[in-house]
């Protein structure tokens, strides 16, 4: 199985060298054919949404298409494409994920202990909303998504102890944002 992967990952690498050389457009849809499943997957576990899932698809192989020449050769072609594709699933998170209206008549009395938990959701979201972008999108890939400190590091460009630096910055000051919310 690992030696599969490893001829996959090689073909592909192939494929975006003759894109990134000649603009071949046939390796391009090889590329597209190859990952097509596994990107759509990625962006559909953060997203939620199929469609907004295959907007992202499409946005990510085109910025891959367009900024072709941005990739360092002797890199590895995937870490870099779900780099891409995890930029882009972001900022369309960030587009649709902004304040819906809701009716009057449809909001409870804040004193039921039913909606304790929704609050405290909203404080979060609140919170998370005033960290700096690095912050943020680290935190959301750990806490929505799940990754490591290292796919955190390769989908934001930086090391390991870089991001655990980001998240321990995000989560003191989510910290001491609830705290102080809480004490007023």
Known sequence: MRRETTKKTDVLE????????QA?????????????KLF???ALSFLRSRSLAE?????AYLKMFRYRASFMVGRRFLPWAYT???????????RHSSVKEVPLESIQDP????????GVNQEIEEALAGLPHRQRQAM???AELGYSYREIG?????TVSAVAELLYRARSRLRKEMLGARIR
């Open 14 to 21: 192939k494929l975006f060298l003759r894109v990134i050389e």
């Open 111 to 118: 004193a039921d202990p039913r909606d304790w938990d929704s």
């Open 140 to 142: 959301k890939l750990r």
């Open 84 to 94: 891409v594709l995890d930029k882009v699933v972001l900022d369309i998170h960030a």
């Open 55 to 59: 907007n992202a698809l499409q946005e």
């Open 40 to 42: 759509f997957r990625r």
């Open 24 to 36: 071949d457009e046939e390796a391009f849809s090889a590329i597209y054919s190859h990952t097509e």
């Open 154 to 158: 390769a989908c934001m460009g930086c």
